[in-house]
């Protein structure tokens, strides 16, 4: 739904197209920010508007701000929809705040074409009219005279070339008659006329006398009520870009609530499914325990009825030898000399007993095997149990990185041969015969004072450069504290104080103090890395103006900054100071392997 405008905050100047100043017929804006007639702007940039230096550029017309690729146009409803409500308004003939300062609004316009009550006499309108618009005033050359049979007697953006007129010895007047200042405005404290102007050089409203004598002679001013015209109509145009803009933010926090609710719905779920896991672990734990013991107590009564029935043949052994020993006490104590003979040989006579010596009771309990194996499982089991919560952590990134994985797998494709120039190192970098190791020693070597040698920051370029295409390369960072990797502009500052952002030509990730990461803007992006790495790879997409970081062996993207690129790059290094040893590895360039 949009916002009807009152029509004396319109002006027409507003929805006025720069290139066929007329009003916008499906206004289209440019990346910059400016509005022109979809027509007008393809016309433009279909006739070479913008072509420079033999290359195909894209220029917005208004600020010359160039497109390497043809920016892709889209109505903007919200300034369509406005200037549709202009032009009905205009249609319909309502009074809109004209810039040529010819119109005045007159509350009696239904009244006779003669003069109406209280209505400006036509001699000091027709004087207004000189002094406004066609007559030089001295002391202000950018007054530009406009013939009387010109239409247009000012161009849409040309108020600042008419200044409002000095102040003279005639009375000024109103419509309720002459009068020396307007009862409705303000007075100026220095010369106590009416704030009837505003400077926009000094922002600040002014009257006559100051723009005519004062110190805001010659600044860019235009009446207060004209300038208050214009920023309302732009409060209204804000009003629905804000509004535009609340809509959605309040559409992502519709969305972040419902991911919340998706997410408690799924902590929900894992933990119910999680708790009926575990119990049916706990309920086969038990089972599986009472099936232990089962199988004790089962080895227990084996052995015990073993040992039960032994005892028995033992008992009945014993009383069988007893009871022959009692006979044989008896015979000795016989006085019957043929009774003694009957009966001592077969009492004398060997008993035929059992070999007892062999026999044993033994069980597994006694030597604790079951005990053993039950501990040993269980061990083992907890061990696994102990994985668990790693395992489900490991799970989840698992899911996450197959995306980085496979990005980084398409931007290995794009490896570059990287070699460092020794003619950028600072004075204590030393580098290898091979261009592909560099270290920070202890003190600054003999070296040319070469322009591109950087001499106060401890870093340095590489020799190759690039102004199109995708580029790869990755180096070894190992257990430095320290070390700053990305891409440089060639036309940066190498000499003194640096200032680094994109902004001035730096794009580049820096670690400090073994933890820190951050990416170099103003202020710098602090950046949290759950992995350290040891080897780190940069992907530069020219075209895109975007410089993306890896940690190669977890194949996981740490950060990616999209900007804008428009002088030839080249890879930046800094392995940073040594700090006495603690800091000395060095940085490596490595080959690029793809990764399975």
């Not at 009416?194 to 926009?200: H, S």
């Not at 929900?268 to 107590?297: H, N, P, Y």
């Not at 003999?446 to 401890?458: A, K, L, Y």
């Not at 500052?493 to 952002?501: D, E, M």
Request: proline content about 7%.
């Amino acid at each position: 739904m949009t916002m009807a405008l009152p029509a004396a905050f319109l002006s027409e100047d507003q929805f006025t197209c720069s290139i066929c100043l007329e009003v916008f017929n499906n206004p289209v804006s440019t990346p910059c920010g400016h509005s022109f007639c979809q027509a007008c702007i393809s016309s433009y940039w279909d006739g070479g508007g913008g072509g420079k230096g033999g290359a195909k550029f894209y220029l917005c017309p208004l600020c010359k701000e160039s497109f390497r690729k043809r920016p892709e146009l889209h109505i903007n409803r919200t300034l369509k929809e406005i200037t549709e409500q202009f032009k009905q308004m205009a249609d319909a003939g309502v009074p809109m705040d004209r810039r040529d300062g010819g119109g005045v609004e007159d509350p009696n316009s239904a009244l006779s074409p003669t003069q109406r009550p209280r209505e400006m006499p036509e001699t000091i309108f027709a004087e207004m009219m000189s002094r406004f618009q066609r007559l030089p005033t001295p002391g202000y050359p950018n007054t530009i005279p406009s013939s009387p049979n010109d239409p247009h007697p000012q161009s849409p953006n040309s108020e600042h070339l008419h200044p409002p007129p000095p102040h003279s010895s005639l009375c000024r007047y109103t419509l309720s008659g002459p009068s020396d200042s307007s009862p409705t405005l303000p007075l100026c404290p220095i010369h106590l006329r009416a704030l009837e102007f505003f400077c926009r050089t000094d922002n600040t409203c002014v009257c006559c006398v100051c723009v005519e004598t004062g110190e805001h002679q010659g600044h860019n001013v235009i009446p207060a009520k004209r300038e208050w015209q214009i920023k309302k109509s732009q409060l209204g145009i804000a009003e629905l870009e804000l509004k535009e803009l609340i809509c959605v933010r309040e559409r992502k926090v519709v969305e972040i609530h419902n991911s919340l609710r998706e997410i408690q719905a799924a902590a929900e779920s894992d933990t119910d499914g999680t708790v009926a896991v575990f119990a049916k672990l706990i309920s086969s734990l038990e089972r599986c325990q009472a099936e232990v013991l089962e199988v004790v107590e089962m080895t227990r009564r084996a052995a015990e009825h073993r040992a039960q029935g032994l005892l028995r043949e033992l008992e009945d052994e014993i009383a069988e030898l007893k009871k022959k020993r009692s006979s044989l006490s008896q015979l000795a104590l016989s006085e019957d000399c043929i009774l003694f003979l009957r009966r001592f040989p077969t009492l004398s006579t060997p008993q035929q007993a059992k070999d007892w010596s062999s026999v044993s009771v033994e069980s597994e309990l006694t030597s604790g095997v079951i005990l053993r194996t039950v501990s040993q499982m269980m061990e083992r089991f907890g061990e696994e149990m102990q994985k668990l919560p790693k395992a489900s952590q490991q799970s989840l990134l698992d899911q996450s990185v197959p995306r980085p994985h496979r990005k980084t797998r398409r931007v290995q494709e794009y490896a570059a041969d990287i070699t460092l120039d020794a003619n950028t190192a600072h004075p204590r970098l030393i580098i290898s015969a091979d261009g592909k190791r560099v270290h920070c020693g202890d003190r600054n070597q003999s070296v040319p004072d070469n322009p591109e040698r950087f001499d106060r920051v401890v870093c340095l370029l590489a020799r190759q450069g690039f102004n199109s295409g995708r580029h790869y390369w990755e180096v070894e960072v190992g257990g430095k504290t320290d070390w700053d990797l990305g891409v440089a502009s060639r036309s940066v500052n190498r000499k003194g104080k640096i200032t680094v952002s994109p902004a001035n030509g730096y794009w580049f990730l820096s670690l400090r103090d073994r933890t820190e990461y951050a990416f170099r803007t103003e202020p710098s992006t602090s950046l949290t890395v759950s992995l350290r790495p040891s080897r780190i790879g940069i992907y530069v997409d020219y075209d895109k103006g975007l410089v993306s970081f890896y940690n190669v062996e977890a194949r996981l993207l740490i950060y990616t900054f999209t900007g804008h690129f428009s002088d030839i790059i080249h890879a930046f290094f800094s392995p940073c100071t040594n700090k006495s040893g603690r800091n000395e590895a060095p940085l490596l360039i490595c080959p690029v392997a793809m990764t399975d």
